[in-house]
């Protein structure tokens, strides 16, 4: 398993939330999204300029900017 932060993600690449890296208003704000430790994410797609990232969580989508997805940290299967 490999420890990368959420924005390094690729489409369609699946990982499970390890820690969320911010405190304070954004820090609550993503909490309250669902992206805490355990969940599990996939990528599903970036906006044309990379930016916002659209993920799948719990049976729904979210999109988050780059600025906050640099806070995620995810742990994903080592590629061989």
């Known amino acids: 398993m490999a420890l990368i932060n959420l924005r390094q993600m690729k489409k369609n690449q699946s990982g499970t939330i390890q820690a969320v ?3 304070g208003e954004l820090g609550r704000r993503i909490r309250e999204m669902g992206l805490v430790p355990g969940t599990d994410i996939t990528i599903q797609g970036r ?4 930016d916002p990232v659209a993920l799948r969580v719990m049976g729904g989508t979210l999109t988050l900017r780059n600025n906050e997805a640099d806070f995620i940290i995810v742990e994903t299967p080592k590629s061989t």
Not at 47 to 50: E, G, I, N, S, V
């Open 21 to 23: 890296k911010v405190g």
């Open 47 to 50: 906006a044309p300029l990379y």
